[in-house]
């Protein structure tokens, strides 16, 4: 039976950070997945221009919560899936329950504690960008949080106490709380000690170096992907997903990986959740090739490559740095493991997702 999940997403519009529009056709088009709700984390700094944390200048600001993705996303699978927005300020302490911030701004918090009561079987949660709504959530009534969730899967963090991540500078406060809670947690740091951009075993940063093969894409999803990369601010958001843009405009979104602007490289951070909260793997071929498959698709020619999740004790300060060690006990958090290789991790991804994407049906 699909999964039920509930998406944390930092989803701007004009688009902040392509590789979440990206990453989101996924709990979409994964046949594995049953989407239940997509929460918009949003923080009050990231709505103004300001200088991006993938280090470059962003000048794609002012922004807001990106609904219009969602929508999108909605119009082109035929889906109702439910979304709100999170609160936009952080917690003003682990145990802040944000019960009097504005509204429309607790309308996240109340979709998930709602989703979770209809529920009639544990939820999973993905969440890249801060835990805020979800800590909140858990804060208002820790017995129905407690009692529905199936696991966490937390994309955030650094492998390193020396190096403090992004998602978890948006908010500390949300990030310790569940660190210290007992519910159950997957944890993919983004960094290691030398940043974002670190190659490290439990670290899940990779970089797609081609991005001609959206030109393979249906129709829909690589219209969806032009107006993203393209931080497209039409108007008419469903209708330019029924035509296709400009030959030259999509030429450029085909060339975003072009080695004479490292800036346009599509990043990546949260393949591996998706890959672990599906049960896929990622296989080598014999031929030598990669691709991420369901368990019973995967024959014994076939080598699996590392992508677990490894039981460890761990201790977070105030601050959200945290250490880790791994145990033979069990546990409520697990850190992730993509083994002694991950250049061959980069490698396998940069076949595999192509292949899987320009795969996808939409009906």
């Given at each position: ?36 709700a997509v929460i918009l984390d949003t923080t009050e700094k990231m709505r103004q221009p300001v200088a991006s944390h993938l280090g470059f200048e962003d000048t794609n600001g002012p922004r807001d919560p990106g609904f219009i993705a969602v929508t ?182 085909y060339s975003l990986t072009d080695p004479a602007h490292p800036e346009n490289r599509h990043y990546v951070w949260e393949t591996a959740l998706w890959t672990t909260i599906t049960g896929r793997r990622l296989v080598r071929r014999q031929s030598g090739e990669y691709a991420l498959l369901p368990a019973h698709e995967i024959s014994p020619a076939e080598s699996v ?59």
């Amino acid at each position: 039976m699909p999964i039920p999940v509930i998406v944390i997403t930092d989803l701007y519009v004009p688009t902040q950070d392509p590789a979440d529009n990206f990453d989101l056709i996924l709990p979409y088009a994964l046949p594995e997945i049953d989407l239940r709700a997509v929460i918009l984390d949003t923080t009050e700094k990231m709505r103004q221009p300001v200088a991006s944390h993938l280090g470059f200048e962003d000048t794609n600001g002012p922004r807001d919560p990106g609904f219009i993705a969602v929508t999108q996303l909605n119009y082109i699978f035929g889906r109702r899936v439910a979304c709100a927005v999170s609160p936009f300020s952080p917690l003003r302490s682990p145990v802040d329950p944000m019960d009097d911030v504005p509204a429309f701004q607790q309308q996240g918090i109340e979709l998930i504690l709602e989703t979770l009561r209809e529920s009639s079987e544990p939820v999973v949660f993905m969440t890249q960008g801060s835990v805020r709504t979800l800590a909140a959530a858990y804060n208002r009534d820790p017995e129905l949080v407690r009692a529905k969730t199936g696991r966490i899967h937390i994309s955030a963090g650094a492998s390193s106490p020396a190096f403090l991540e992004w998602n978890v500078s948006l908010d500390p406060h949300a990030f310790v709380r569940l660190l210290r809670s007992d519910l159950p947690i997957a944890l993919y740091p983004c960094a290691t000690e030398e940043g974002p951009f670190g190659y490290g075993r439990h670290n899940s940063f990779w970089c797609m170096t081609d991005m001609s093969f959206i030109a393979q894409m249906h129709p829909m999803l690589r219209r969806y992907l032009a107006y993203a990369f393209g931080r497209w601010q039409r108007v008419d958001f469903l209708r330019a997903m029924d035509y296709d843009f400009p030959a030259e405009f999509m030429q450029q979104v085909y060339s975003l990986t072009d080695p004479a602007h490292p800036e346009n490289r599509h990043y990546v951070w949260e393949t591996a959740l998706w890959t672990t909260i599906t049960g896929r793997r990622l296989v080598r071929r014999q031929s030598g090739e990669y691709a991420l498959l369901p368990a019973h698709e995967i024959s014994p020619a076939e080598s699996v490559l590392p992508n677990e999740l490894r039981p460890c004790l761990l201790e977070v300060g105030d601050d959200g740095l945290f250490t880790f060690a791994f145990t033979d006990q069990p546990t409520t958090i697990a850190l992730y493991d993509r083994g002694d290789s991950p250049l061959e991790n980069e490698q396998a991804f940069r076949q595999a997702l192509p292949a899987l994407y320009t795969s996808f049906a939409p009906n």
